[in-house]
């Protein structure tokens, strides 16, 4: 817990200018993100039709791979996090979110997803297109399975490694 703490204060203070720009209300399939500490990762929303309740899904671009990983969000059940799970191009699906299938010893099934607001409180819903953009969002797992896992996200080249060092997404602008 001290670690996520310490990542997340350490890139609060390096993305106050980021967060200055998220005052005013933006629509969260608008906003774009940049990874703070490394500005070669972008992430955003699209919308998509309404399916299982979700009506966005979440997008990281990498310019390091040139690799478009996409993401649905699950709840689950009770008292937990938010999960990312790996999904196709939904507009090569008919804007639908198809789950990707596993490669073998892919990694993790579902990755804890948060977003927090300008102020650090942390929030563990999924987003929803009628939402404002949250000020940042906090993927701790992201590192480690597009590392050693990427086929299993998306990434095409099967012995590469995506190299994303951990830190927040800050709110960058709104498109």
Known sequence: ?????????????????????AESPCPIERGNYGLNPDS?????????????GQTIVLFIQSRKTGTTYWFS???GNGVTDTYLYAIHDPEQQG???????RQKGGGSLGMSFFTLNKS???FSEPPQSSEAAPAYLF????SANLFYFGPSFGLADLNARENVPRGLFALENCR
């Open 95 to 101: 804007g639908k979110a198809v789950p990707l299938e």
């Open 40 to 52: 070669s990762f972008t992430a955003g929303f699209k919308r998509i039709p309404k399916q299982e």
């Open 1 to 21: 817990m001290k670690l996520i703490s310490s990542i997340l204060f350490c890139c609060c203070a390096a993305s106050s200018a980021a967060s200055a720009q």
């Open 73 to 75: 969000f699950d709840k």
């Open 120 to 122: 650090m409180q942390v």
């Open 139 to 142: 993927i701790p797992a992201l």
